[in-house]
């Protein structure tokens, strides 16, 4: 790249005249192309996850019931985005963003190679090093790319688009590997294919390391050298004290999965609450990136609706799939599994007809707050569609048409691309420049909230009707959606230099 070449500092976003890439900074894809086999490996075993928690152990399953299943799956997207706080500052204070990406990777490609290992043991063991290695790697590659534009770059929105379409390339092909592999051969030949992605991933991330912006750079904001080690201890001793009073507790029958999942949900609302607080006292802020954090907590909430509902889409929605839902189209059968899929398609489908839309709006464009606002609408929509089909009936044997699932995974899709790309450009605007890791961290805490939430609310899913769950669900997102809105007027005033 020519900000490369220059010799001027790599840190920096590259020239506005970079358009290598579909007229945008060639960085970008590289780390798209990290995304898509690190959504590859992670969304293609979440697709068989739930399925794994609930199938009997005589068939290589964990024999948890459905309501369960679904909780601990949640509970385990909880914990991988709890996790990215610690990422965020280890790229800021010590790592960097490049070198903490890298480290994410490793632990991701080791989790799931543990996890292609058949005994519950090194289940739990990989899902533990997947959980360590996403919370480095999520939320400092979408940081990377937001250091590949000036903040006044009318592209940002566009290459975002174009990066998230990278993410459900991996998310549409991942789950047709992995489940077919799941279903057909067996969940920890499942396992091995995301293993493998994210190895794929790592090697191409490596070789392009060159177009990234900051390689050569540690940690932009390091700590000095008696404190980084010091910290580097404590990080160390806090990991070892936590494993052992963990394992401690379990040995005594007090920390059940039940209280894990607890825990966690507790964590997660803490979690940002503190975080928010933390940044607004700071005095590395300066009172007008203070002004803009208030705003960021409506896009903060925002995000939370739309991810309870987006999330589902790999615990519920899949078991309704596989129970109530015909697995086939136009006489072709598939595994359910294959159902998210779906999503993966219609993100890559649409992400860019929105990026070419927005780029040649430029200036026109909505307003981010309101392209946020009709994202969280379409996720309520799509649940509310599925009041239509679940109800009416007798029992529970009866079956749906498939085109009911992928229409609401249409309708989830759409609203994925608008609220995440958006939210996410957003974020990258509003950092104040001493926490940029560390508020792409709290983006990913939003998605925490919204897992630790979903955790305890599927506890309902087969207790409930399903149209009364659906429903209740998906109009307090449209809700939601409708409140972002009404306060349109006073985010725009709010929000500058986001428009």
């Known amino acids: 790249m020519s900000h490369t ?7 920096q976003p590259p020239p506005e005249d970079d358009h290598a890439f579909f007229g945008q900074p060639r960085g970008l894809m590289t780390l798209s192309g990290l995304e898509v ?157 995301a293993a493998f992605g994210m190895t794929l991933g790592l090697i191409q991330y490596v070789a392009g390391r060159r177009h990234l912006a900051g390689r050569k750079h540690a940690a932009e904001y390091a700590l000095a050298p008696g404190p980084m080690r010091r910290a580097v201890l404590t990080i160390m001793a806090g990991i070892v004290v936590v494993a052992l009073v963990a ?4 040995l005594a029958g007090w920390l059940t999965m039940d209280r894990f999942v607890d825990v966690l949900t507790l964590v997660s609302v803490i979690a940002p609450v503190v975080y928010f607080v933390v940044m607004c006292r700071s005095p590395r802020v300066t009172p007008e990136e203070r002004g803009r954090l208030r705003p960021y907590v409506v896009l903060f909430l925002a995000s939370v609706v739309f991810n309870f ?70 996720g309520g929509l799509s649940f509310l569609l599925m009041v239509l089909p679940t109800s009416g009936h007798a029992d529970e044997t009866y079956k749906m048409a498939a085109w009911w699932i992928v229409g609401s995974y249409l309708l989830l899709g759409l609203g994925d691309i608008l609220l995440e790309t958006s939210g996410m450009s957003a974020t990258t605007k509003l950092a104040p420049k001493a926490f940029a890791s560390q508020t792409m961290a709290l983006w990913f805490l939003s998605l925490a909230l919204a897992n630790g939430i979903q955790a305890q609310v599927v506890k309902l899913y087969g207790e409930v009707s399903n149209p009364a769950y659906f429903g209740v669900n998906g109009a307090i997102a449209v809700a939601a959606g409708v409140a972002v809105i009404a306060a349109a007027p006073w985010l725009r005033r709010t929000m500058h230099p986001v428009h």
Not at 5 to 11: C, E, F, K, L, M
Not at 247 to 250: N, V
Not at 342 to 366: D, H, K, Y
């Open 37 to 193: 086999w690190e959504r590859f490996s992670f969304l293609g075993m979440q697709a068989i996850l739930v399925l794994f928690f609930a199938d009997q152990v005589s068939d290589g399953g964990l024999g948890m019931d459905p309501g369960t299943a679904a909780s601990v799956s949640a509970a385990y997207g909880t914990l991988v985005y709890l996790v990215s706080v610690a990422g965020g500052w280890l790229a800021d204070r010590i790592l960097g963003s490049y070198r903490a990406v890298l480290y994410g990777g490793i632990l991701i490609a080791c989790g799931h190679y543990a996890m292609a290992v058949p005994t519950a043991t090194m289940t739990w063991v990989g899902l533990g090093l997947i959980s360590a290695g996403t919370g480095l790697l999520k939320p400092n590659v979408a940081s990377m790319v937001g250091k590949l534009y000036g903040t006044e770059d009318d592209r940002r929105d566009a290459g975002f688009a174009l990066y998230y379409m990278g993410i459900n390339i991996g998310a549409f092909v991942g789950p047709l590997v992995t489940g077919w592999l799941g279903e057909h051969a067996s969940w920890h030949w499942g396992f091995s294919a």
């Open 247 to 250: 394992t401690a507790l379990a």
């Open 5 to 11: 070449a220059t010799g001027t500092d790599p840190a």
């Open 309 to 378: 509902i987006l999330f589902q889409a790999y615990s519920t929605m899949i078991l309704l799939a596989s129970t109530n839902a015909r697995a086939e189209i136009f006489g072709f059968h598939f595994p359910a599994s294959w159902y998210a899929s779906a999503l993966g398609a219609f993100e890559v489908a649409l992400a860019p007809v929105v990026a070419a839309v927005w780029a040649r709006m430029g200036p026109r464009q909505p307003h981010a707050s309101n392209k946020i606002a009709i994202g969280v609408i379409l």
